[in-house]
């Protein structure tokens, strides 16, 4: 990804552990962050569902259809 790439994403239901970098947050429905360029980061959840929407600017080429 570029350096200039932001990607965000909103928990629309449930809950999910997200991690970036080191740290870690319990995000709820409604939360939302930004996951700042070049920075690793992971999701994870113990609650059998959960509904996120995923923002990236610019839009990357493989989620286009």
Known sequence: S???DV???QVI???LEMWIGPRMRLLKEGDCFIVPPDVEHRV???V???KVAD???PVR???KY
Request: with cysteine.
């Open 13 to 15: 239901q449930g809950e």
């Open 48 to 50: 059998s569902s959960c």
């Open 61 to 63: 080429e493989e989620y």
């Open 55 to 57: 923002i990236f600017s």
């Open 7 to 9: 990607y965000k994403r």
């Open 44 to 46: 994870t959840t113990s």
């Open 2 to 4: 570029a350096a200039a």
